[in-house]
């Protein structure tokens, strides 16, 4: 059963990186458009919805509440991005300082590829692409956890 969650969890993600690309790539919008475009259909959604709902007369109860998160979560959520960014930063400064010759010479080697592959085609095209690698490698991942579990 969770090989089925994370199967939908990638196709999910495919189908909004791929209307993310039609909508930044094909139609030569900004994100902020996008976002606005996915703000005001949500809210007409949300309005067609209520009106039907008060036609219908299905009282919805809605509590404010249970749209927060706990403290908790909150805190686990700040320090994953601070563990994350502390660590990039220790990175970066090894290889800038130049003692670890390796990693500093995997570093530029690393940037000078993503600025030339960043010539050649844009950003957005990047982005799609590793998200659809990203859902093929999950696609591939669940698959062979589907075959080690049937006998």
């Avoid at 990186?17 to 259909?41: K, M, Q």
């Amino acid at each position: 059963m969770e090989g089925r969650s994370e199967l939908g969890k990638a196709l999910r993600l495919l189908i909004c990186g791929t209307l993310v690309y039609y909508h930044c790539a094909y139609r030569n919008s900004t994100i902020l458009s996008l976002f606005s475009d996915v703000l005001i259909v949500l809210l007409c959604s949300l309005a067609i919805l209520g009106l039907l709902f008060r036609q219908i007369n299905i009282s919805v109860p809605v509590d404010p509440l249970e749209w927060q998160i706990s403290q908790d979560a909150a805190n686990s959520i700040v320090a994953w991005v601070a563990n994350t960014v502390g660590a990039a930063e220790s990175v970066l400064r090894v290889a800038a300082t130049g003692h670890d010759k390796r990693l500093f010479f995997g570093v530029v080697v690393c940037l000078y590829m993503m600025s030339a592959v960043g010539r050649l085609v844009s950003g957005v095209t990047v982005a799609y692409a590793e998200l659809c690698l990203f859902c093929l490698y999950v696609l591939a991942e669940n698959s062979l956890s589907i075959r080690t579990c049937v006998p």
